[in-house]
């Protein structure tokens, strides 16, 4: 089913929440680098996944919003046993 | 528009939820059994939620002009426990037959541990032997995408499900293709945080089209909202699809995908 929106609308409907989305994850880390422990913080894998995410973000599109679940996601291993079937 | 919600917890919400869910045009509901945010001492226990979800809460629904359907298993994450889950499994059968019970389900993995997969699959027999359809929960978070292919794999190898009687649920951008790929219905669920937001699924929608997707708000005990699914309407209206379009995804798909349930009827 096609999109309906052409890109101008979609960049001005969603300009300012994307804007505001920004800021929030800027705020967040600056929040995280003035606590005590920062330096620990940035080793966290999380933080790791962060840094990863956000480079996602600058790459070409479309499919950065997969791409960024899948930088959040524990692997899928294709030779896992399952149980046996009845 | 009128809709259908095929996924919320009605347990939890006050009633106040069904008076403004019928204001914005919710017509019918299912509600699969789940974990009540602590894990229970006995069967026992499941044995009233039952009860709950197939005499009280049809009534209560009703009130409000919204049928109510359910669906029983015990949830993934007390599947941890086998042998608490098998002793629910065995009393599920005496449930069954109730006139608003789809068939089986939440069922899944949470964790995506090697228990929660055996009850998976003995949830699995259960709905084959009984000819049932099935609800799943795919995991929250970095879980999802390792256990929904975990799960797409034990379906594969129970043979007696078709994939048009099975909905797998919580869908996002890195499962969703996976799903219908494979034949499933596929649910997404609009969440503050934690899942998709109406924005998002829109997004899904437009780019896998409205065939065998459902969208559900999952409202419970958690941050949730049981007006999720007036939201997609609005979301979608504005980006210019038309009210058939929508319709389909939050009023006739689900209805189609109950209909498969042989207890279900058309009108109450």
Known sequence: ???????????????LETRCKIIEIAANLDRIDRGDGAAAAVQDPRMVQIREAVQTLLGDGPGRAEKCQLVFSIPYDDGWSPPNSK | MKYIDPHIHMVSRLTDDYERMAHAGCVALSEPAFWAGFDRGSALA???YFRQLTEYEPKRAAQYGIRHFCWLCINAKEAEDVELSREVIAMIPEFLDRPNVLGIGEIGLNKN????????CEHLELAASRDELVLIHTPHLEDKFKGTRMILDMLKNESRLKPDRVCVDHAEEHTIKHILDA????????Y???KCTPQRSTDLIETYGTDRLLVNSAGDWGPSDPMAVPQLIL???LRGHGEQTISKVVHDNPF???SKCRRFKAES
Do not use: H
């Open chain 2, 192 to 194: 503050p945080v934690t």
């Open chain 2, 256 to 258: 189609t995908f109950f």
């Open chain 2, 235 to 237: 979301e979608m209206r």
């Open chain 1, 1 to 15: 089913m096609a999109q309906q929106l052409t890109a101008k609308t979609a960049l001005d409907r969603y300009f």
């Open chain 2, 46 to 48: 499941f044995r009233d």
């Open chain 2, 113 to 120: 541990t090697p228990n929660e997969s055996t009850i998976f």
């Open chain 2, 183 to 190: 034949g499933y219905w596929c649910g997404m669920t609009l």
